[in-house]
């Protein structure tokens, strides 16, 4: 039996800041891209989704460090930047806010700079904690994404009705090794697809973004940035070098065009070496990443870690979870163990997925 979680189970910063989301078409029909049945081509629609995703990604506190824009689909890896939000000022809250919908008659007098007595600065306030909030949530964030194209689709086409299938899906990424995993499944999407033959051609993608910035030698502000190899100070940013991991997207995206299972290059992509990935298991990866894994993604430490803080969750609730640690109920505990002991068998790269049924 197939058991919806709430999302507020699946996404946690307690978890992690990094998550993989999926929106697929209804009946996953090509409503952005070309019809066969009547010959029509809905290709611009992939440039208006890559357009509203950058938008959204200047208003909410939420970095996107990888998408890719499909026909029928489209991913995005967003990292979830609490710090960020909770710098903002009450004027930056409701700015942003406003950007998005209407507000409040008490947002829209402070907006416009009319003074507010005590009483109403507070009832704003209040408000403004939870825009705050809903700022930082994945849940919105997808949601003003996937609800504004489905309009303009919608209206272009004169109609009314389902655009998505539903909602969207979503994978915690738990560790380097996840992260760079599903980065690079996302970037090279359109190479998988035969849409494309290099990174650099895969249109409505973040790698060619990337690419495109650091050919014209400037600073890309719309994505969230690759830093280097984890240090102290560490900047905020991805933990990987460009270089390194423009090398190993493009390695990658040459073994899927060759398609060659045996034909695996010995010069591998220095990333590779230092997270100690497999090179076979790599291309797997690549492959494979979103249908083998479900709702978490990472090393088996990583996971057991938050399988723990999940079941702590259900037992203790949100507010005690901080005060006391609590062991895994003996029946969750051997679920997991099997299920570990079943899938680490036919694994040996260093990811793990969690399968919904533990």
């Given at each position: 039996m197939h ?11 307690e978890?992690?800041p990094?998550?993989?989301?999926v ?6 029909a090509f ?12 290709e611009?629609r992939?440039?208006?989704i890559e ?9 909410f506190a ?25 710098a ?12 998005l ?15 507010l ?16 909030t809903?700022?930082m949530d ?12 489905a ?9 009314t ?22 980065m690079?499944y996302v970037d ?5 697809a035969?849409?494309?033959?290099t990174p ?28 280097g190899?984890p ?5 905020v ?7 390194d ?31 100690q ?40 609730g949100?507010?005690?979870l901080?005060l006391r ?26 990811l793990?997925?969690?399968?919904k049924?533990?």
């Amino acid at each position: 039996m197939h058991i919806v979680r709430p999302r507020k189970s699946l996404i946690s910063l307690e978890v992690t800041p990094y998550y993989h989301c999926v929106s697929r078409c209804v009946h996953r029909a090509f409503l952005c891209g070309r019809d066969e049945r009547t010959g029509r081509c809905f290709e611009h629609r992939r440039q208006w989704i890559e357009d509203r995703l950058l938008e959204l990604a200047e208003i909410f506190a939420l970095d996107i460090c990888a998408y890719a824009v499909m026909s029928n689909h489209h991913h995005v890896v967003l990292h979830i930047n609490a710090a960020q939000a909770e710098a903002w000022t009450l004027r930056e809250v409701v700015d942003r806010w406003h950007q998005l919908c209407k507000g409040s008659p008490l947002s829209q007098r402070y907006a416009h700079n009319e003074t507010l007595n005590a009483a109403e600065l507070a009832q704003l306030e209040e408000v403004a904690t939870q825009w705050r909030t809903r700022l930082m949530d994945i849940s919105w964030f997808m949601r003003m994404l996937n609800e504004s194209i489905a309009r303009q689709a919608n209206r272009e086409d004169g109609c009314t009705g389902r655009f998505w299938e539903g909602r969207f899906k979503s994978q915690a990424l738990l560790d380097e090794r996840a992260l760079v995993a599903c980065m690079a499944y996302v970037d090279l999407n359109p190479i998988r697809a035969k849409m494309a033959d290099t990174p650099e051609t895969s249109d409505h993608t973040s790698v060619k973004r990337r690419i495109s910035a650091a050919q014209d030698g400037k600073q890309l502000q719309q994505l969230f940035p690759l830093v280097g190899n984890p240090r102290e100070p560490m900047p905020v940013g991805l933990p990987f070098q460009f270089q390194d991991y423009l090398e190993l997207v493009d390695w990658s995206g040459r073994c899927l065009r060759e398609d060659k299972r045996g034909a695996i290059d010995e010069q591998l992509p220095p990333i590779l070496e230092r997270l100690q990935i497999d090179p076979r298991y790599w291309l797997y990866l690549n492959r494979n990443f979103e249908s083998r894994f479900k709702s978490l993604v990472g090393a088996a430490h990583s996971v057991r870690s938050a399988f723990c803080l999940r079941t702590a969750r259900k037992t203790l609730g949100p507010r005690n979870l901080r005060l006391r640690a609590l062991p895994i109920p003996a029946h969750h505990f051997l679920k997991f163990c099997l299920f570990l002991k079943n899938t680490i068998a036919g694994f040996s790269g260093g990811l793990l997925c969690h399968n919904k049924t533990v």
